[in-house]
């Protein structure tokens, strides 16, 4: 796992001299800004660089060319955009591992329950944390890493419109999450990064690269932050369940069952027992990825 650069010193510091603030995107009313991609910000290789154009060209052709866009915006688990993975490598899948990860925490009451609950099973995971939150509970955060799991950047404020952030926005968000998780985490940043909601800008995949980070998806989710049917939730979770796969749950934001417990702290041990009984291990990100190739 790479340590962080200050932002300024390092490569991700250089990103806003490419920057202007009218880099917000705008979809139903046309795409306002920049049309190609700022120097150093496109995807590597003569194949990526020709999609990116292309991806412009799409925002600059009126009503269709946005909705198309907008649907791959939109799109938590496609790799159009930028890189995204969606599945664990080869390498982890032979191991029989799965990756558990935990977005919107920490949560000063959910999360010690679910560090809790993964110790009984002896499985790892990976908590994607909101920057605000990294830096009001960084004990939390120390402890989630004590416990032998990871911290990964999952934005600093959650926005909902993250996704429609210029360069600017975008770096903050990741720079300032990076900075809070390094703080609690002993000079470590994060490898990996979520968006909010899983929706990314044209932009983010060039801010990741030069930040040295990886956007992670999913395989599958429970919607445990709106569902409060707990049965419905691990359903989800468990439909088709194999080696590789990511899931994605909530420590911060949980629903509540009808008896006003956390969906994910019911749902989660029925979940560990099922992958025990299919021979699956479940793993951090970084314990999966040492060494893959992404």
Known sequence: MPHFTPSGSGPIGHLNEHA???????????????????????????????????LWALAGAGALGNAVLGSLVMCPRCKIISTNLVRLPKTAISRGEIALTFDDGPDAYVTPLVLDQLDLYGAKASFFCIGEKVTAQPDLVAEIVRRGH????????????????????????????????????NGISSRFFRAPFGFRSPWLGGVLRRAHMQHVAWT????????????????????????????LMHDGGSARTRNGQPVVLEVLPRLLEQCASHGLRSVSLPMALTNAQL
């Not at 920049?34 to 995807?43: D, F, N």
């Open 220 to 247: 599958r989710r429970g919607y445990d932050a709106v569902c409060r049917n707990p049965d419905v939730v691990l359903r989800r979770l468990v439909h088709n369940l194999s080696a590789g796969d990511i899931l």
């Open 20 to 54: 202007n603030s009218s880099e917000t995107i705008y979809f139903g009313g046309g795409f306002h800004g920049v049309w190609s991609a700022p120097e150093g910000l496109e995807p590597e290789g003569s194949g990526n660089m020709l999609l990116t154009s292309a």
């Open 150 to 185: 990871s911290i990964e950047n999952h934005s600093y404020n959650h926005r909902n419109l993250f996704a429609f952030s210029g360069i600017r926005k975008l770096k903050m968000e990741v720079v300032a999450t990076q900075q809070a998780i390094h703080s609690a985490n």
